[in-house]
């Protein structure tokens, strides 16, 4: 399908110019609005912004509704700390080397690390790649158009996030259309070009992975958009 079909627009964000204080209290208020969506529920899940060289990541096991804004690590491109949280108890979150696959394989501005029941119920649906077509918010998507059939991958869960690193990896290079990875049994990976975008790629990609879960309940087919 043309690029034409899609409304998904990328010249039409304001230029984000953030200072460090903004970007700070946009982790908070994001965190207390996907705590509220069921995405990051009992610590689970991550948020992270990049603002120039700087990428700003939530600490690790912290009620994602209750961040403190001093307690935000600073990275740099290679991953490395360079500005610690304030309660020196806190440890980066977990989710930092997958979040580093998308700032340095997809030049994100924003990557956001979902537990929503939506994306874990989908990937029990679906075997190697989540598959689905012909739902309108397909548009939302980046470069994605109703009609085509659109792909995310589905690697295996391991005990520990940091383990996902090297199999993340090979799946955000394998499927360049994807805006996301799944985690089978644990939820998805999903970046943008900046905080807004990443922000709407997760709404339309959670509104198609609930979509999916419950077209299969209705006994037809996800991956057509249960048209036949
Ligand atoms: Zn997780």
């Given at each position: 399908?043309a690029?034409?079909?899609?409304?998904?627009?990328?010249?039409n964000?304001?230029?984000?110019?953030?200072?460090?204080?903004?970007?700070?209290?946009?982790?908070?208020e994001?965190?207390?609005?996907?705590?509220?969506?069921?995405?990051?529920?009992?610590?689970?899940?991550?948020?992270?912004?990049?603002?120039?060289?700087?990428?700003?990541?939530?600490?690790?096991?912290?009620?994602?509704?209750?961040?403190?804004?001093?307690?935000?690590?600073?990275?740099?491109?290679?991953?490395?700390?360079?500005?610690?949280?304030?309660?020196p108890?806190?440890k980066?979150?977990?989710?930092?080397?997958?979040?580093?696959?998308?700032?340095?394989?997809r030049?994100?501005?924003?990557?956001?690390?979902?537990?929503?029941?939506?994306?874990?119920?989908?990937?029990l649906i679906?075997?190697?790649?989540?598959?689905?077509?012909?739902?309108?918010?397909?548009?939302?998507?980046?470069?994605?158009?109703?009609?085509?059939?659109?792909?995310?991958?589905?690697?295996?869960?391991?005990?520990?996030?940091?383990?996902?690193?090297?199999?993340?990896?090979?799946?955000?290079e394998?499927?360049?259309?994807?805006?996301?990875?799944?985690?089978?049994?644990?939820?998805?990976?999903?970046?943008?070009?900046?905080?807004?975008?990443?922000?709407?790629?997760a709404?339309?990609?959670?509104?198609?992975?609930?979509?999916?879960?419950?077209?299969?309940?209705?006994?037809?087919?996800?991956?057509?958009g249960?048209?036949?």
């Amino acid at each position: 399908m043309a690029e034409s079909s899609t409304q998904e627009t990328s010249d039409n964000q304001p230029h984000l110019d953030l200072t460090e204080g903004e970007v700070r209290g946009l982790i908070c208020e994001l965190g207390a609005l996907f705590y509220q969506l069921g995405w990051v529920s009992g610590t689970g899940g991550g948020i992270s912004i990049r603002r120039g060289q700087e990428i700003f990541m939530a600490p690790s096991g912290v009620q994602k509704e209750r961040i403190d804004s001093q307690d935000i690590f600073v990275l740099d491109m290679q991953g490395k700390v360079i500005r610690e949280a304030v309660n020196p108890k806190l440890k980066v979150s977990a989710c930092r080397p997958l979040f580093m696959h998308a700032y340095r394989m997809r030049d994100a501005g924003a990557v956001i690390h979902s537990h929503s029941m939506n994306a874990m119920l989908t990937t029990l649906i679906y075997e190697s790649h989540f598959s689905i077509s012909n739902i309108e918010m397909m548009k939302g998507i980046k470069g994605v158009g109703v009609f085509d059939q659109h792909h995310v991958p589905i690697i295996p869960n391991t005990a520990h996030e940091a383990e996902l690193e090297e199999s993340m990896g090979e799946a955000v290079e394998a499927n360049p259309k994807s805006q996301a990875v799944l985690v089978r049994g644990h939820g998805v990976y999903i970046w943008g070009r900046d905080w807004i975008h990443a922000k709407t790629q997760a709404e339309c990609y959670d509104y198609l992975f609930e979509a999916a879960v419950k077209i299969k309940q209705l006994g037809l087919d996800p991956q057509t958009g249960g048209q036949s």
